[in-house]
């Protein structure tokens, strides 16, 4: 079968189209769970460009099959599995979805509805489902306002789409005019640009209180103004560090406001508490169901340009979900 191979750790020009056996086995988190999909479509994370300078924290060693989210059809499921054969499914593997076939993970996917292209099932669940844990850990309630930080990329714009799906007030936070219209595409109530005084102007629109929440996926130099938005009480959760920094906090300043700040990693807090993922992605699939998730399609690939779409990725040139067609 097809599939893209990093065979060194050099960067996105590293990821060729080579011929590779069809995979074996069980997906190494599966706990020996066979589910193998015929794949579509694959969706790319900050994930997939850090494994081909192997700088992501869980990465593989070369060589490896990229890829950290697919679209298809399953092929094979345990006669026990909530997946059958035939399904249409879209899921979280972190490496092996850029490939004819690809091994997944039952508590990572959902069942696409028949109206949704492949393209967008493969923009689905890596983003959405972090959007809707971090929402779901801030404790957000309709009403309250929320704001997005890096709000154009792939998280950021699912919890843009999420925060109109379940009434929350949005402020999407972004760097240019082009990522200002794709927020607004995405459903953002507010769109404030960096650059300038972005704080008095997210204030100013929460009548000087500040939001109740923030969703923050830079980090970076402007986390600590990402901070002083919170009102008395807001709580901010942690998804990322795309402005390439990890911020310090004095906890003074949660002290004297009586902030909350929490990180998000789901398959960690499965460990202490299970049920965490079946949860989330129950969560995801009833909004899936009903119809309410869009999301925002930056750029799709074909299959032999995916180093294209890796660099993409990498120098923050995409608006929305970047996507590498295989079929």
Known sequence: MRAVVVDTLNGPGSAVVKEVPSPEGAHPRAGGRRVLVDVHAVGLSFIDPLQTWGKYQGGVEPPYICGSELSGVVLEAPEDSWVSVGDRVGGIVWQGAMADQALAIEDYLVRLPDSMSFVEGASIYMNYSTAWYALDRAGAEPGETVLVTGASGGVGS????????????????????????????????????????????????????????????????????????????????????????????????????????????????ETEHPGTLERVRLGVQALLDEGQLRPSIGAVYPMDRAGEALSALEKRTAVGKVVVEIR
């Not at 082009?178 to 927020?183: E, F, P, R």
């Not at 929460?206 to 008395?232: I, N, P």
Request: hydrophobic share 40%; charged share 20%.
């Open 158 to 269: 699912c919890a843009l789409d999420l925060c109109r799906s379940l009434g929350y007030r949005s402020i999407a936070l972004v760097s240019s005019e082009a990522k200002a219209l794709a927020a607004r595409k995405s459903g953002a109530s507010h769109v404030v640009r960096t650059g300038g005084d972005w704080l008095s102007e997210v204030r100013d629109l929460t009548d000087g209180r500040g939001v109740e929440v923030f969703v923050d996926m830079v980090g970076g130099d402007q986390f600590l103004d990402t901070m002083r938005s919170l009102r008395v009480g807001g709580r901010g959760v942690i998804v990322g560090f795309t402005g390439g920094t990890i911020p310090t906090v004095k906890v003074n300043r949660l002290l004297l406001r009586n902030l909350t700040l929490t990180g998000i990693t789901m398959d960690v807090m």
